[in-house]
């Protein structure tokens, strides 16, 4: 020992220094930020209500960060007799499944006066966001941006000048309470369309801010001076720029399409992965979905152009949202010379599938397994059980999640927790996906999809006609704790021996949402590599509200430091209370 | 062995099975009750809204049972995201502190999906009710009747033929989480006055049933079958008999005044105490009372009559509550020759304190200790805090509930759960009752006043101005786990030296309930016999929800028995799971 130099001695320190140091710089930085969910009055569309803020803000605020940095939100619930838990979309949380903020998966609903810490690893730059899973408090307004810029030293695959964001949801007058009550009850009571369309939580009802400018409209122009909190969020640019646009959708059921006057949209990142560009006039997004486009500022800088957002796939009886897209060289109140660009037709699946389409991989990106272990096929319905109540089911069963948190009740064994049954893998070769139910009946369940570890999964998402003849819905399904490879969009019923062929397993896009679209199918591939508890649903929120979503497991074992906080509910609660109870008494 | 003879063994079968019987007997029945809470479209005033129900209905199921008997209620939770606790009005709980249904202090409010029993023991006959003590839950429609007539064998010290209850209310059409956004803003937004007053859950909004009638009003004529959900429960009565009628009131706000036409009302009960009997035209009734009165059908059988409810001590803005008395001889649809009864005006104070005064214990009623080991005085301020919000306090502390119930984290001995600064036992000698606060400003507290086990205690609640100019409004003060005397009400500040010899020892009423009047003190005394932790707070909902309470605790570690689901949130929840983990790993 003594005969151990000096300057060794140094030279392991300094060592051991830039190990440190070389560590802390691969490991990101570490976020904080301490919140408080509660109630507030807000005017998101110019009419006051009960609004849920973050913090005393609707949206919530937006969480910035860089690829590889932790991020802890320290989470207050300062709600008076509800629980609340934060979903942050598109985060895979590798390794801390516990999360994933799904109340009844992942965790249990952080309970009123209660603090939790969400810790996780953004380990993707990317555009994403968080919001509410547990009721439908992402309804009650529980939402906002997370947005992710590649590390340092790494370069995105595109250039551009500066950033703008826009988070796009809808809005009720109707409480999220009373909309549940009423599609809880017999018979149903439908939530309708949304009163209003928020672009950053802002939106105008019963006036427009283009008002009757251009002629064809009855709608009065709203008296709005730009500080009311229903004002919209105008998109400063300078001329002859490349700005990359976020936009992300977090509605509870509308399918939107935006454009922007005069201007080209360049989208180069769909839900975090890049894409393919490609120019568009105009971009569908689904409830769940994110992409970037560029938009260069080319166009006559003496104008404004509009920025306009339209309901697809449903009867739009809702006002388009609208803000501007403002030339630094005008007033920002200069209206357009041109009137906003209209939404294409609702039911104009064929614009809405050639924009899906066009959505390929990036060269370079990470391509698909070339085959599959195991192939779930999950049909979507709509039906009616215990006589009379509307549900929509998966191969015949309507999700009803359970008190206990799947992670902690398949970690510990549970037996009572949930139906151990597997639920079916598919549904009958019979039948008739263009016509309503033959048995309309269904039945509640929660069972599992437990997938082995690292296996490759495909699930085909057959879509169907629903209770009414000549009624499909489009369903845009997200995953938890994954990306997958959407292999190919179809119509009418999947046939493997015809379909699995034109699969594409060069380029397909990496994605956490995915859409079927009426009487289609849609097949994405996925590697389950990622221990936890993951959920698979419905995007649209009622939906998922009636039971349109499965649960899958892989690796639950691999999981470890789920804090007890997450599991002290329901079955895992009372595990936890009785063995105190056995070591103290 | 042997030699033991068969007959003296069937006479030890015999005297077994007469102990068992004699026993179930004395220990009265167990009944059991399957509850699912659940909020569901009703219409309580004619107006659809969304109300808290029991098992599909509102108001909840009557409980009816005898003294000596134990029930054992199975709550589900079937709300979406909150939680839920029941409180048992005026049943002390002996034994069984962690099953009094206040959430914070005996127990965790259950979890949405999840199951809890509350299994507790009817010690005394009388005229009680069940309602929800978790935010506003009462006022969102969680409450019912709990009728416990004398045990076998037992008479009541009355006589009557039959019996009628009234349960009664105030409704709102503003939901009670919009409600609570308001009362917790800064400004505060007051709730207002209720839209109706319901009786049996049933009332009517912008219409009368007795229309315009008798001239004097305008009121349109409700278009009534009977079969509606807001139609008013006639009382069916047969002439010349005794019926008691029982009466409890579970308003969030408004103080009541009954009267029946032509009809004395002998008040006999209160509280589930006898009182000594006196003749009245009206009654009093504020939240959290009840009483029964006993009619006589002895007036023109070819008449019906009204049974009419009004506010007192609030300028009242809704309309009297009616229903009518049906002599059988009669048509229950016929209207009566009279108007229903006018109700007091709402500030003849003069009126109220009559009644109040004239309530004293039947002769033969447990009488209070002549002496009193401790006395706390209690004043009732409206208070600001932090720039703005909007409080009640008592002396100067203004309750906010931690998120772990007192009961578990006292018995265990936690450290952090609540301030363990004890709070005042009185305020400044200087403090001037008739004026507002010179220094609105108040603060948070979550304190405890622990009593000494089977002590005596004291307490006179003070009333005072409020934060505007001759403003002091009337509280009525619950207290669970006990009944209390009520030694005295007086005006202005209480003085010991000149007031406590004016102190009723002799006939004192018992009660759950006292009320203080505007500028007025009241005087209560009761043995701290019941270990547990109890609140004693204001009845009026959003008083309570702005921090008008105190938390008694005495004996705690006397309790055992505790469930372990009653502790399982919070930082009891957390030292179960530590323990278990500690245990585990």
Redesign the interface.
């Known amino acids: 020992m003594a005969k151990v130099s000096r300057s060794y001695i140094m030279m392991c320190m300094l060592f051991s220094i830039l190990l440190i140091l070389g560590h802390s710089v691969e490991a990101g930085k570490v976020r904080h930020f301490k919140w408080d969910v509660?109630?507030?009055?807000w005017s998101p569309d110019c009419e006051e209500n009960?609004v849920m803020g973050i913090n005393g803000q609707f949206p919530g605020p937006t969480i910035r960060a860089t690829a590889g940095d932790t991020v802890v939100i320290e989470l207050t619930n300062k709600l008076?007799?509800?629980?609340?838990v934060i979903h942050w979309h598109g985060i895979r949380q590798l390794g801390t499944p516990w999360a994933d903020g799904t109340a009844?998966i992942s965790q249990?609903?952080i309970?009123?006066?209660?603090t939790f810490y969400y810790r996780f690893k953004l380990d993707k730059a990317g555009t994403y966001f968080y919001h509410g899973h547990?009721?439908?408090?992402r309804s009650a307004g529980l939402y906002g941006s997370l947005i992710v810029d590649v590390a340092k030293g790494e370069k995105e695959p595109f250039h551009y000048d500066g950033e703008l964001n826009l988070l796009l949801s809808d809005w009720w007058h109707e409480?999220v309470?009373?909309q549940?009550?009423?599609l809880?009850?017999n018979p149903m009571?439908w939530i309708g369309e949304p009163q209003s369309l928020l672009m950053n939580g802002r939106g105008q009802y019963n006036c427009s801010i283009a008002g009757a400018h251009y002629g064809n409209s009855s709608s009065t122009k709203c008296s709005l001076r730009g500080g009311e909190q229903c004002a919209p969020k105008i998109l400063h640019v300078l001329p002859n720029k490349i700005y990359r646009l976020r936009i992300a959708s977090t509605t509870a059921l509308a399918s939107l399409n935006l454009a922007i006057g005069n201007h080209k949209l360049v989208v180069v990142e769909a839900d975090g992965n890049y894409v393919q560009p490609f120019a568009v006039d105009d971009l569908d997004i689904y409830s769940g979905e994110s992409y970037s486009v560029l938009i260069t500022t080319n166009q006559d800088p003496s104008n404004n152009y509009w920025v306009s957002v339209g309901v697809r796939g449903r009867e739009p009886k809702t006002p388009q949202g609208l803000t501007l897209l403002n030339y630094n060289t005008n007033s920002p109140s200069k209206l357009p010379t041109s009137p906003p660009p209209v939404t294409p037709i609702w039911n104009d699946y064929a614009h809405s599938k050639s924009f899906t389409t066009k959505i390929l991989a990036l060269m370079g990106s990470p391509q698909p397994p070339k085959t599959f272990h195991r192939r779930i096929t999950l049909l979507n319905t709509q039906n009616k059980m215990n006589g009379g109540y509307t549900k929509w089911a998966i191969n015949n069963v309507s999700l009803t999640?359970?008190?206990t948190p799947y992670l902690g009740s398949i970690k510990y064994g549970l037996k009572n927790a949930f139906s151990l049954v597997n639920p079916p893998e598919n549904f009958p070769n019979e039948y008739n996906v263009m016509k309503p139910p033959v048995n309309p009946n269904t039945t509640a369940g929660n069972g599992v999809y437990t997938l082995a570890i690292n296996s490759t999964v495909d699930v085909v998402l057959q879509n169907a006609n629903a209770l009414s003849e000549n009624v499909s819905e489009i369903h845009p399904w997200h995953l938890h704790g994954h990306d997958f490879w959407v292999l190919g969009y179809g119509d009418g019923k999947f046939d493997p021996t015809r379909d699995e062929r034109k699969f594409n397993l060069k380029n397909p896009p990496l994605r956490n949402t995915a859409v079927i679209f009426p009487y289609g199918w849609t097949a994405l591939r996925f590697v389950a590599d990622n221990p936890g508890v993951w959920a698979f649903h419905c995007h649209i929120e009622p939906h998922l509200h009636m039971g349109m979503g499965v649960v899958f497991a892989e690796g639950v074992r691999h999981v470890n430091n789920i804090p007890?906080?997450a599991?002290?509910?329901?079955l895992t609660?009372?595990?936890?209370?009785?063995?105190?109870?056995n070591?103290?008494n």
């Open positions: 509660e109630y507030i009055f009960v008076h007799t509800e629980g609340v009844s249990c609903a309970n009123p006066g209660e547990y009721g439908m408090q409480s309470h009373h549940e009550v009423g809880s009850s009571r999640l359970p008190p007890n906080q599991l002290a509910c329901g609660g009372k595990m936890f209370t009785t063995r105190a109870a070591h103290t």
